[in-house]
């Protein structure tokens, strides 16, 4: 009879086994001992004999024949020595096959993962090698054998896909059995979560993406080796100005396109391209609707068809810099808004022109544009227009007449500008008259060459021909500014004057005008014929001591005057309606106050070729 010997751990016995031409059998099949006991290449060695891990040193009783000797003869017993360490290579090709099971991306899932179609979006995830998975394995076996990552997945589980974990554990379990025995309570046993889970958590995404489409459409492993070069490709295509600390642009945002995008920073309306090829800018007439002078784009702008005015005068007597701050000249505190149109005349200016366009410029801010400037000796003049008012002036011309030279610096004299906006046309001149209190001729002599003088306009064709008088420069513009230092005194003493500006300033300032030279004047259409001037409430602009609000100390003693003035006629009776009309009595660095006067006045609408 066969002998029968109980495997350690095992509480059922060996079955019986056919002989082998060798004599002895293991596990049922003929066992060589110089081959089947030496661990083949390419292959994992494996036992199902828990107890074995726990003791090597026992010696194995294997039940063996011997067969061809007879029935009497016996097995005997036989203790088999641990295998040989394996070699590097054996390892290596190990894991080269276990790289060759790896699963890729197919070429399909590949262009969904482009397209955005997969969950993922990007690469494979990283396939971490988990902790080892063995079952019992025989003394003296490589740990290099014994710790060949897991790399093959079950099929049907979505990568990415955080609901399908189970699958994935069961599919780990059940489907690499070709692979090296995984390690448990037993070989049957449950499997572990800690052994199937990866030993680290996957590559965390990077959220400065532009939007949230972008955010879990163009998802990319941190990891991948052109992760860094893709992501700024994608903000360049989106907005190519994207930067740190400059908020993302509305066009980068996926639901915004060149079609619907709009200004989210402007003040004005946005102008749809549309409305730009429809209209007309180079024909029109006063009730087309394309035109841009016409009546429809001036109620747009203007629906109750009047611009907003502002005219100063000073003379600045020749001082090298102007003041630092031109605020209660140019935004007096009694307007609540700014107006439409600057011009500002100046008499005796500083030398660098430039310096004082620049500072008029940055008092107002970028809303306003430099639409003129001009000079003649000492006479300065600007106007300053609201940037979208720009398109409906016409050409901006200007004339210059030298009353009187006193030295080679032309300080007498007059500077004028002529344009038409809309359909109204506009003159504004500034003039420096002869000085002297008793020189009242010089001065109306001074007028008269002055209107006779400007050759204005000289292009831009006149609104009403039919009513200007071509030996009068006034008449042939429907609203014309004039102002300057025109030095008409007050036609009493020193002594006089000051005992009526002792008095209530309510009372002393009508006082004073009945003593005015302009006034009485103009009173006779000696000058200024068929002009107006706003009524006057401010005490006289001349002559100060400099820095000071005390009226001339020094041994002339002149006598105060109102000799700064803005004075305007209008073609159409009631277009010009004065608003405020007053001076600036805290800019002390001239012995003249500055003075200025806000109008509103009418504008009709034009031709586009004006």
Known sequence: MPSKSACPGRPEAAAQQPSSPGGLTLGGQPLNMDKDLALRP????????????????????????????????????FTPKPPARPKLERALSLDEKGWRRRRLQTSHEDLEARSGASPSGGSLPDQTPGPPVHTCSLPGLSTSLQEIPMTRRAPGCARGSPTSWGNCISGMVSSSPDLLPRSGASAGGP??????????????????????????????????????????????????????????????CDDCSL???????????????????????????????????????????????????????WNMQGQKEPPSNLDELLLPAEADYAQDLYVV????????????????????????????????????MSVLIRRDLVWFCSEVESSTVTTRIVSQIKTKGALGISFTFFGTSFLFITSHFTSGDGKVGDRLLDYSKTVQGLALPKNVPDTCPYRSDPAD?????????????????????????????????????????????????????????????????????????????????????RTPSYTDRVVYRSRHKGDICPLKYSSCPGIRTSDHRPVYGLFRVKVRPGRDKH
């Open 191 to 252: 499997p572990r979560l800690a052994d199937v889970l990866p030993s680290r958590p996957p590559p965390a995404i990077d959220w400065n993406t532009t939007s949230d489409s972008l955010r879990t459409t163009h998802r990319v492993d941190a990891d991948h080796a052109d992760y860094k070069l893709r992501l700024q490709t994608r903000l360049f295509g989106a907005h190519s100005g994207l930067g740190p600390g400059r908020p993302p642009s509305p066009l980068a």
């Open 473 to 557: 420069v006034t008449t042939r513009f429907d609203g014309v500014f004039w102002f300057g230092d025109f030095n008409f005194r007050l036609g009493a003493g020193r002594v006089a004057v000051e005992a009526i500006l002792r008095q209530d300033p309510g009372a002393s300032v009508p006082a004073l005008l009945q003593l005015d030279q302009l006034t009485r004047e103009m009173k006779k259409g000696s000058v200024f014929r068929g002009f107006q001037e706003p009524d006057i409430h401010f005490l006289p602009s001349y002559k100060f001591d400099v820095g000071k609000d005390v009226y001339d100390t020094t041994s002339k003693q």
């Open 345 to 380: 005349g100046v008499q005796e200016g500083c030398s660098d022109r430039r310096e004082w366009e620049t500072r008029l410029q940055e008092t107002l801010g970028p809303h306003y544009v430099m639409l003129c400037s001009a000079a003649h000796g000492a006479l300065h």
């Open 259 to 313: 079609r619907s995008a709009k200004s989210s920073f402007s003040l004005l309306a946005p102008i749809r391209a549309k409305d730009v090829r429809s209209r007309s800018y180079l024909e029109g007439s006063l009730l087309a609707s394309g035109a841009l002078m016409g009546a429809d784009e001036l109620a747009r702008y203007f629906p109750d068809r009047s611009v907003a005015l502002f005219v100063a005068t």
């Open 42 to 77: 390419g292959s994992a060695p494996t036992n199902t004999c828990p107890g074995l891990e726990k003791s090597p040193g026992v010696p194995l009783n294997i039940p063996a024949k011997i067969s061809g000797e007879g029935p009497q003869a016996q097995a005997e017993p």
